[in-house]
């Protein structure tokens, strides 16, 4: 074999292109199609527990340009209940993951810890004789009561502190008195964890053109304990749903 006829090294400039395409087309699909994301936080437990690994699927509403938020192509919108993940409205580099309570033109309220849309009370059901889902959060479960909330078709987990604090005021971002409008082209969000969650309660509504799409299970998901130096699977959330 003569020497033109040689493979190209692995560091040469053809490999070194078609190593640029696979990286760009990774980065395009995570951006536009489907990514994971770490949950760091305890805002929406115990729906989403602090280690799980989600999966967000970018397609759910629209198909949006790479690296952009303009969309090609939209299908839908987020709904009442979905959970998405979105671009914070206050640092737009963090991305958060809470729950869509308010859609545009609805009308929000909060009273002794009732979520009121449109006048209508979303009634919830008291859960704690089965408490069982509470014993791997990190968030004080022996402080917690536990719910199940009806939003709209839609029971999901809710757990409140038996004694509600009063870090997140509405006094910012709510009126005194009366409630909030979801401003148009917007969402009204909250997280499941509802005295330990910096939301639209405190900050205000999230632009449309900020969502990056909606959380539909968990990949896989791992804790820590303070006594103990090994991590541990959480197996039985290994591809669990989430709504």
Known sequence: MSESQQKPGFWSSENLRQLGILVALIFCFRWSVASPYHVPTASMEPTIKVGDRLLAFKLSYELKIPFTDTAVFSWGKPQRGDIIVFRYPKDPDIDYVKRVVGLPGDRIRVDNNILYINDVAQTREDYNFDRTILTDIQDNPDIKSLYREKLG????????????????????????????????????????????????????????????????????????????????????????PLK
Do not use: C
Not at 158 to 176: A, C, E, N
């Open 153 to 240: 078709d839609l029971d999901h987990w809710v757990i409140q502190d038996r004694v509600t604090s009063s870090l997140y005021s509405f006094t910012q971002k709510f009126p005194d008195k009366g409630d909030y409008v979801v401003p148009s082209d917007s969402l009204f969000v909250m997280g499941d964890n509802r005295d330990n969650s910096t939301d639209s309660r405190s900050w205000g509504q999230v632009p449309l053109s900020y969502v990056r799409g909606k959380a539909l299970f968990v990949l896989w998901s791992m804790y820590g304990r303070e006594d103990e130096f090994w991590p541990h699977m959480r197996w039985n959330r290994f591809g669990h």
